[in-house]
């Protein structure tokens, strides 16, 4: 029963966190895919070129979507702090 709990809390804190780098990590691989394919077709393989739009990619969505990231992980921290009680009285 104690390894259940354990993995149920894992689980959700493994959830939240995927759910909160989605956004800058999808950004950052549609951007990336679209500079790989720019390159092939000018051939142009400079290292800048690269990581100059990916950057400022993910930092516009991190931007834009701080908000929603920390109502999701202040929600998290919440119900883990709220349910601390409950979940050491079930370990025990």
Known sequence: MNELIIIDLARE???????????ALAVSMIVGLSVSVFQVVTSLQDQTVAFVPKVMAVMLVVV???PWMMRVMVAF???MFTSFNDVVTRLN
């Open 13 to 23: 804190a493994l959830k939240t966190a995927l759910s909160v780098a989605a956004p």
């Open 64 to 66: 834009v979507s701080f």
């Open 77 to 79: 921290a919440t119900r």
